[in-house]
């Protein structure tokens, strides 16, 4: 690839950036973003390369670039519905697996009649890892060889057990730092730059202590490609005060 970079990117972030392999892969088949991080044509990155490279840790920048190019592969996960919806769905699934777990345990004696032999979570487990090939054809069931091995002298928990704990591991304790950053109105148009934003922010914040919202905001910039529309660090700051 032929590229001219900016003074200030690290050594390491060069060879990064030089290879059409690793930033396909990590782009998800949009090698461009990476490289307007670091190229010349985007001149506003070389002051907030300078910044990063002010951390202590030498391979901060490298950290601070993977981060970077991974926020729109971020972004598309997150889902668009409204928050309360999100929790009412996975409310839900909780619920749901409640009642099997209840169902399992009340119906015990008719599931292992069916069977013919004890439903553990041992079985499920085992099945578990070829289902998708035994769905498709390409493997068949487990026999009784495969589900007589064991990886682990530990009991494995009941049916039931695992689904509570599924059920509670659906409802955190506290709020996660992804539903925290996710802009209110996910939907919007510019949702996508203001998640950007607020996670680079926090990144950022962890690593000095400060949202260096001077480097968000030129960052942001570059990945969104839109001269039309720029950010100042003044607007980035707003997007994301109340997470400070």
């Known amino acids: 690839m032929s590229l001219v970079m900016l003074d200030t990117v690290p050594a390491k972030v060069r060879e990064l950036a030089s290879s059409q392999e690793w930033l396909e892969k990590l782009t998800s088949g949009h090698p461009e973003v990476g490289v307007r991080l670091v190229s010349t044509s985007y001149p506003d990155m070389r002051e907030a390369w300078a910044r990063v490279c002010e951390h202590s840790d030498p391979e901060f920048p490298t950290f601070f670039f993977h981060a970077a190019l991974e926020l729109w592969a971020r972004w598309e996960r997150l889902p668009k519905a409204g928050k309360k919806q999100c929790q009412a769905t996975v409310a839900k699934i909780a619920s749901a697996a409640k009642k099997l777990a209840s169902l399992l345990e009340r119906h015990g004696s008719e599931i292992d009649f069916v069977r013919g032999s004890r439903l553990t979570f041992h079985h499920v487990a085992v099945r578990a890892r070829t289902i998708q090939q035994e769905r498709g054809g390409v493997l068949p069931p487990p026999g009784p060889w495969e589900y007589a091995l064991k990886d682990s002298v530990i009991e494995a928990p009941g049916?039931?057990?695992?689904?509570?704990?599924?059920a509670h591991e659906l409802r955190p304790p506290r709020?996660?730092?992804d539903?925290?950053?996710?802009?209110?109105?996910?939907?919007?148009?510019s949702a996508g730059r203001t998640f950007m934003v607020r996670s680079l922010s926090v990144f950022l914040?962890?690593?000095?202590?400060?949202?260096?919202?001077?480097?968000?905001?030129?960052?942001?910039?570059?990945?969104?490609?839109?001269?039309?529309?720029?950010?100042?660090a003044n607007h980035a700051g707003k997007l994301a005060s109340d997470l400070f």
Not at 179 to 189: E, L, V
Not at 207 to 220: E, H, K, L, N, Q
């Open 179 to 189: 539903t925290a950053i996710r802009p209110t109105k996910a939907a919007g148009a």
């Open 205 to 232: 914040h962890d690593a000095f202590g400060s949202p260096r919202f001077d480097v968000v905001a030129a960052t942001v910039n570059t990945l969104m490609d839109d001269a039309a529309n720029p950010l100042d």
């Open 175 to 177: 709020v996660p730092r």
């Open 159 to 166: 049916l039931p057990e695992f689904l509570r704990a599924l």
